[in-house]
């Protein structure tokens, strides 16, 4: 397996690049299977969390390379994560694993005490060691963790709890943000998103294409969808509760409203035995089928914004001109 080792700055980044050289140079078994890989982009690598976006490996150890002190208080100063955006650094290390993900540590998630700051990233930070310290389950957030960024949020989420839901706000997967998602105490897991949405946001016809084929994408690793207008929901918001309570007694997602119809104008025969492989080629077609006079740059800017990918990996460019070549044959294009 493919293995790379993400450090949380970039003196403990080097001070682990220098243990093994060390460790190359001592160990016969560590220097074959280091120099054994053919494929340079498959690498094994030790990197600081700055600099792996885009890197995905089979597995991943993620080792911060923080402690208490002597007096066993943590400094809240954790490198990048301190400054604004740190949560989306946390967020890319997190999710660069195929198959395994591993935390060394020297600090537990009851080390950070969030009233002694005020960031949001290091709130994150609090709650990923305490999903792997707890074997990938989700505890109950702290105060001031779940909190709705606009008044019309603000308002669905207390109308939604009012009814004996537990909503959090903005949960991620992988590069994507749900506005809500409900989750049920007894599975500890989410069984439903929520999408609010204002009609001068989706006035735009590539803001609708993109959220359509984001939500696509969701359905396909398992969420189940009801999306709010925010002119339906001032008309009558308990009519929107109603929907969102039918969704949960049904666990499957309601019907969409006309203006969030299928916009893909093709659909493919089954090209990849891999679910996940088809489920995002027909995501790629449904973008050329909407777009057949965009040319390549547009349609793999397009499809990167759609599909949350940020950078342009030589998998990620080999993958586009794969689907695209797909796509043209079976649109005859």
């Known amino acids: 397996m493919t293995l790379g ?3 949380f700055g970039m003196r403990h980044s080097v001070r682990l690049q220098d243990a093994l050289n060390i460790l190359e140079r001592e160990s016969d078994s560590f220097y074959s299977w280091k120099t054994s890989w053919t494929d340079k982009s498959d690498q094994f ?15 991943i150890i993620i080792t911060p390379g923080y402690a208490p002190g002597l007096d066993g208080v943590m ?67 702290e105060v001031g963790l779940n909190i709705a960024t606009t008044p019309f949020e603000a308002e669905i989420k207390e109308a939604l709890e009012a009814r004996g839901m537990i909503v959090e706000c903005q949960v991620g997967d992988s590069g994507f943000k749900i506005d809500f998602a409900v989750r049920d105490p007894k599975l500890n897991k989410y069984i439903l998103a929520i999408e609010a949405d204002g009609a001068t946001y989706h006035s735009s016809e590539y803001a609708r294409e993109r959220d359509y084929m984001r939500q696509r994408i969701l359905e396909s690793r398992g969420w189940k969808f009801v999306r709010i207008w925010s002119t339906d929901w001032w008309r009558d918001p308990q009519a929107q509760v109603r929907r969102v309570l039918a969704a949960l007694e049904n666990e499957k997602s309601l019907e969409p409203a006309p203006s969030e119809k299928a916009i893909v104008q093709g659909k493919s025969e089954n090209v990849y035995t891999n679910r996940a492989d088809q489920e995002e080629f027909e995501i790629f077609l449904g973008i050329v089928a909407k777009n057949p006079n ?23 460019i080999d993958k586009f001109w794969e689907y695209l070549r797909e796509a043209r044959r079976t649109l005859e294009l």
């Open 75 to 141: 400094p809240l100063q954790f490198g990048t994560l301190n400054r604004q955006g740190g949560e989306r650094r946390l967020n890319v290390a997190a999710s660069r694993a195929k198959d395994y993900m591993h935390l060394i540590t020297s600090m537990r998630s009851t080390d950070i005490e969030l009233k002694r700051s005020k960031s949001s990233s290091i709130g994150l930070l609090k709650s990923y060691l305490d999903f792997m310290e707890n074997g990938g389950r989700i505890s109950d957030p």
């Open 5 to 7: 080792v993400i450090a």
């Open 294 to 316: 965009y040319s390549d740059r547009q349609l793999l800017d397009m499809w990167k914004s759609v599909t949350g990918k940020e950078r342009e990996t030589q998998r990620l």
């Open 45 to 59: 690598f030790v990197k600081n969390i700055e600099r792996v976006q885009g890197d995905e490996r089979d597995a």
